[in-house]
């Protein structure tokens, strides 16, 4: 299933507030809470992007802690919560780890999302990296990946089936009904990762592909595995393919965002955006800097209304 319109560039945001690690956090989310993530999640919506993301931990080990920090809200809660605060934007696990969770549980989440939603869920998957998470949850690390492409075909079956049936090495079950029932038929299910084994899953079980940490310069050899590994499995229907861009500044920034952050004029962002689309990209997913969470919406609704209307057309 497709969501994006053809020829489109369209874009999405994780949100910040949700995860906390510091890779990537802002400093004065670490003292932000319900009402920051409402105001990002609101602003989204209104900027036109197509999806608010929200992350998957459930307890980081304390090796991890210091760089990772503790602070990760539950994918489905706080999704849930997102579903009441917004009206247009899709609600999407970027990434859930479905190896943490029976098939059959996720699927009620999921299911449910969709149905509160009135249809705006995307499922996006993964197996997770984190060893001593694994090991809390009394699952083997090492065998993330069959857990992973099993989980994907048992929680499709629950998705489109009513009283869905799975007999895999892992988990078996029949007759159990679940519902409600999601609006969307199906709903799009997007697998993360750039690994080899995540491009295989994503060619072979996707209908979209979350990459994460492609850099740039490696993204249109990746896209071309994956156009090559979904031709080789048969598949035909078309693939999203999206990108997670550097982190932007609309604008010129008057204090030291890093020499990594794409900034300036809306035209020179939008250019330097486009290239994706040039490459086969649908969808990317963009991050901003920012001083506190006023500056963050404004940078969001600045996307939207400066930058958006300059990427019609860029995909080809």
């Known amino acids: ?36 993530l409402t105001a990002l999640a609101r602003a989204a919506d209104d ?14 080990p304390r090796p991890l802690a210091q760089a990772m920090g503790t602070t990760w809200y539950d994918t489905w809660t706080t999704l849930g919560f997102l579903a009441g605060v917004t009206t247009r934007t899709r609600l999407m696990s970027h990434v859930a780890v479905l190896p943490y969770r029976h098939p059959l549980m996720t699927a009620k989440a999921v299911c449910t999302l969709d149905a509160l939603s009135d249809g705006r869920a995307i499922l996006g998957v993964g197996a997770g990296h984190a060893a001593d998470e694994f090991a809390n949850l009394g699952l083997d690390f090492a065998a993330r990946g069959p857990l992973l492409d099993e989980a994907i075909d048992a929680v499709k079956a629950s998705l489109t089936d009513e009283f869905p049936e799975h007999a895999g090495p892992h988990w078996q079950f029949k007759d159990g009904g679940v519902a409600p029932r999601p609006i969307q038929d199906p709903v799009p299910l997007w ?75 809306p035209q020179h962002i ?23 969470v006023t500056e963050s919406v404004d940078q969001i609704a600045a996307f939207g209304a400066e930058i958006a209307p300059l990427l019609k057309g860029a995909r080809q």
């Open 1 to 36: 299933m497709t969501i994006v319109p053809d020829g489109e560039l369209a874009y999405g945001i994780q949100l910040p507030v949700q995860s906390q690690s510091t890779l990537y956090a802002e400093q004065w989310e670490a003292d932000a809470g319900v009402a920051e």
């Open 191 to 265: 697998v993360g990762g750039s690994a080899p084994p995540s491009l295989r899953r994503a060619a072979e079980k996707g209908d979209g592909w979350l990459p994460q940490g492609t850099p740039r310069a490696q993204m249109p050899d990746q896209i071309a595995t994956i156009r090559r590994l979904r031709q080789r499995a048969g598949v035909d229907r078309p693939i999203e393919l999206g990108v997670v861009t550097e982190i932007l500044y609309v604008g010129q920034p008057q204090w030291d965002v890093g020499e990594r952050t794409i900034s300036g004029s």
């Open 47 to 60: 900027a036109g992007f197509l999806y608010v993301a929200v992350c998957d931990h459930v307890a980081i």
């Open 270 to 292: 939008a250019d330097r955006l486009a290239e994706f689309g040039a490459m086969g990209c649908s969808h990317m997913q963009v991050r901003f800097r920012s001083r506190d």
